[in-house]
């Protein structure tokens, strides 16, 4: 059965790999599947046909035969599970990939996105220049946690996992602020992430999609 997944007509950030469906497009290249890709306009995602696929009107949703998933988490345990190169044979060591996936887009990601909301939504609002401070903080938090866990290891739990791979994602999206470069464990960490083959692969579709017209 073919895969097929929707991502941005054109992404918000430009074919920098920072869209969600970057990840997905990343995990089926690690598992070595086959995929299509639909285009979705801004307007199209929140209209009926899209929105049966994803009931937030976002981005990726992933179809296969009789199967529709949303939210990138679900899709990529659906992948992992399902096809090997994402999961250690391991019983335990496959609980705890799936817990650091969880980390990544519970506990990492939401003040990650903070900067963004804090930058570029709230610039205008009488509190902003207290507020955004604050959320700088709070992410060197999370940051400084995870980087005394990683420490000087490669990946999160021995083998790179379908865990590393969130995690290494959603780091990618502070990169932009600056923090990732405070923290040199972190940075080459996901710096190791980006240098496998697979997340080649779906950096340069996805930037294909999004590059400018010669």
Same mark, same amino acid.
């Given at each position: 059965?073919?895969?097929? !997944?929707?991502?941005?007509?054109?992404?918000?950030? *430009?074919?920098?790999?920072?869209?969600? =469906?970057?990840?997905? #497009?990343?995990?089926?290249?690690?598992?070595?599947?086959?995929?299509?890709?639909?285009?979705?306009?801004? *307007?199209?995602?929140?209209?009926?046909?899209?929105?049966?696929?994803?009931?937030? &009107?976002? !981005?990726?949703?992933?179809?296969?035969?009789?199967?529709?998933?949303?939210?990138? &988490?679900? !899709? !990529?345990?659906?992948?992992?599970?399902?096809?090997?190169?994402?999961?250690?044979?391991?019983?335990?060591?496959?609980?705890?990939?799936?817990?650091?996936?969880?980390?990544?887009?519970?506990?990492?990601?939401?003040?990650?996105? =903070?900067?963004?909301?804090?930058?570029?939504?709230?610039?205008?609002?009488?509190?902003?220049?207290? #507020?955004?401070?604050?959320?700088? =903080?709070?992410?060197?938090?999370?940051? #400084?946690?995870?980087?005394?866990?990683? *420490?000087?290891?490669?990946?999160? =739990?021995?083998?790179?996992?379908? &865990?590393?791979?969130?995690?290494?994602?959603?780091?990618?999206?502070?990169?932009?602020?600056?923090?990732?470069?405070?923290?040199?464990?972190?940075?080459?960490?996901?710096?190791?992430?980006?240098?496998?083959?697979?997340?080649?692969?779906?950096?340069?579709?996805?930037?294909?999609?999004?590059?400018?017209?010669?």
């Amino acid at each position: 059965m073919t895969i097929t !997944i929707t991502a941005f007509e054109r992404s918000p950030d *430009g074919g920098k790999g920072l869209a969600r =469906d970057t990840r997905v #497009r990343w995990a089926l290249e690690e598992a070595s599947l086959p995929y299509e890709v639909r285009l979705v306009s801004f *307007g199209a995602m929140k209209e009926a046909p899209h929105l049966a696929l994803h009931p937030f &009107g976002q !981005i990726p949703t992933y179809e296969e035969g009789d199967l529709v998933l949303f939210e990138t &988490g679900a !899709i !990529i345990l659906h992948i992992a599970q399902s096809h090997p190169g994402l999961l250690q044979p391991d019983a335990n060591a496959r609980a705890r990939a799936v817990a650091w996936m969880f980390a990544a887009v519970n506990t990492m990601e939401p003040p990650i996105l =903070d900067i963004v909301v804090a930058r570029f939504f709230e610039a205008d609002k009488p509190w902003a220049a207290e #507020r955004l401070p604050l959320v700088l =903080d709070r992410v060197r938090a999370r940051f #400084r946690q995870l980087s005394a866990r990683l *420490g000087e290891a490669a990946w999160l =739990d021995g083998e790179f996992s379908a &865990g590393d791979l969130m995690m290494v994602h959603v780091l990618l999206r502070a990169r932009p602020s600056g923090i990732l470069d405070e923290f040199p464990n972190l940075a080459a960490y996901v710096a190791r992430g980006e240098a496998r083959p697979a997340y080649q692969r779906a950096f340069a579709a996805q930037l294909a999609v999004n590059a400018p017209a010669a």
